[in-house]
């Protein structure tokens, strides 16, 4: 099984998001698949232009010249792609934006009906299946529904399979093992068996899901911790190590 890992992330190895995708990964490979990572902030895809040289070109390629042609034929090889991306302004990051902007190569312009809906025509037969990785910094859970309900929609857009999403809340937690250790080593191996979930069985259970995204302290004593915490980098200047 091959999968591949879109991370949408700008602090690539200084965040949330790379704890929760190498934690991910790990679960995948033990489970026998093979993963490749694409580094967004890395690889700096530019923006789209809107001028449909790749609609109507024959070849269907982009006018840029900056590697997506690459990665496109790494997703029509991939079974499963899966999106990660932290919460920003109640949506993906700029990253993942342009990402999703830049898939127009792997669809037709012109349009079908699907269940009573317009939807590009498929122009590749098999494109691989979706999953969503996402972290925010926020306590709640409903802090990820916009951009879950924007990869649901991008995935429907795409004409493939959405297949769950792997959310983790309160995130710096993930980056306080020795201040919370058994309660971080807990999340961490739910995310580590949500990867092996995704290629044994195409799907999340509800016990692992749950297990990813248990914050264990109540709200009130987060909030007061979190605030100190962005305090002492207020008087540093600068986000602190955590």
């Not at 934690?23 to 093979?34: V, W």
Request: charged letters at 25%; glycine letters at 8%; proline letters at 3%.
């Amino acid at each position: 099984m091959n999968i591949i890992v879109i991370n949408g992330s700008p602090s690539l190895k200084k965040g949330m998001t790379y704890q929760l995708i190498s934690n991910f990964i790990k679960g995948c490979e033990s489970a026998g698949a093979t993963v490749e990572q694409i580094d967004l902030q890395t690889m700096k895809p530019k923006f789209c232009l809107g001028c449909m040289h790749c609609f109507y070109s024959k070849d269907h390629l982009c006018v840029h010249k900056d590697g997506m042609a690459e990665v496109h034929q790494k997703i029509l090889k991939a079974d499963y792609m899966v999106m990660a991306t932290p919460v920003y302004a109640d949506g993906v990051s700029g990253q993942m934006k342009t990402f999703m902007d830049r898939f127009v190569p792997l669809i037709d312009v012109r349009f079908e009906i699907v269940y009573g809906h317009y939807r590009h025509i498929k122009l590749h037969e098999k494109l691989p299946k979706v999953a969503l990785l996402s972290v925010a910094g926020f306590y709640e859970m409903d802090n990820f529904d916009a951009v879950e309900e924007h990869v649901k929609k991008f995935t429907l857009h795409i004409q493939s399979e959405f297949v769950g999403s792997v959310l983790r809340p309160s995130s710096y937690i993930l980056g306080m093992d020795q201040i919370f250790t058994d309660d971080v080593k807990k999340i961490k191996e739910g995310i580590v068996r949500a990867g092996a979930e995704l290629v044994k069985n195409g799907a999340f259970s509800q016990d692992t899901l749950d297990q990813v995204s248990n914050t264990p302290i109540d709200k009130e004593m987060w909030l007061l911790g979190s605030n100190k915490f962005h305090e002492k980098c207020l008087e540093a200047g600068k986000f602190l190590p955590l």
